[in-house]
T-cell receptor, first 113, second 110 residues
Framework: KAGVTQTPRYLIKTRGQQVTLSCSPI?????VSWYQQTPGQGLQFLFE???????NKGNFPGRFSGRQFSNSRSEMNVSTLELGDSALYLC????????????FGPGTRLTVL | GESVGLHLPTLSVQEGDNSIINCAYS??????FIWYKQESGKGPQFIID???NMDKRQGQRVTVLLNKTVKHLSLQIAATQPGDSAVYFC?????????WGAGTKLIIKP
């Protein structure tokens, strides 16, 4: 069974731009969660989508948004990029949600200049 | 607020020795705990989990211990190998959301 895939793997943007990251979950998984990971920090939860609906949300500003499609694929968008948004963005899928074992993709490394 | 924390940010272990990585959690109502391993350049990888109705669970070379009395979780790795070098995260399920610890970096000395 194929694992979680994320595209692109690396991205360089400048301040003020916006970016869209994509995640394809494991087949059959309906929950997709997004995390931000910065050097020296743990994983900071962004949001979780289940059946095309945002079910949980972390403590991030409205510049961070996401969506999920009917095939469970998910995208997250960051608008008006700031230098502090430079991070590894991880996507995780699970069958039923946050309380279930999550399987992570390799992440997208975003650098904001 | 709810939090999961790790006692040691870095742990150095001799190859072949056993490693013990500790984690404290604050929500006594948490019912599910997971350990993940993250190697450089990769996403976290599931290692082992444990539910709150258990106090010990064993996998291949790994054991997780749960002490609900003191809200403590530990991961034991037997006969540590170079491939065990990584950052290890604990996470607790609290109100259907995973709360993550900051991570412990495990360094293997040859």
């Amino acid at each position: 069974k194929a694992g979680v895939t994320q595209t692109p793997r690396y991205l360089i943007k400048t301040r003020g731009q916006q970016v869209t990251l994509s995640c394809s979950p494991i087949s059959g998984h309906r929950s997709v969660s997004w995390y931000q990971q910065t050097p020296g920090q743990g994983l900071q939860f962004l949001f979780e989508y289940f059946s095309e609906t945002q079910r949980n949300k972390g403590n991030f500003p409205g510049r961070f948004s996401g969506r999920q499609f009917s095939n469970s694929r998910s995208e997250m968008n960051v608008s008006t990029l700031e230098l502090g948004d430079s991070a590894l963005y991880l996507c995780a899928s699970s069958r039923v949600g946050q309380g279930d074992t999550q399987y992570f993709g390799p992440g997208t490394r975003l650098t904001v200049l | 607020g709810e939090s999961v924390g790790l006692h040691l940010p870095t742990l150095s272990v001799q190859e072949g020795d056993n490693s013990i990585i500790n984690c404290a959690y604050s929500n006594s109502a948490s019912d599910y705990f997971i350990w993940y391993k993250q190697e450089s350049g990769k996403g976290p990888q599931f290692i082992i989990d444990i539910r709150s109705n258990m106090d010990k669970r064993q996998g291949q070379r790994v054991t997780v211990l749960l002490n609900k009395t003191v809200k403590h979780l530990s991961l034991q790795i037997a006969a540590t190998q170079p491939g065990d070098s990584a950052v290890y995260f604990c996470a607790e399920n609290s109100n259907y959301q995973l709360i993550w610890g900051a991570g412990t970096k495990l360094i293997i000395k040859p």
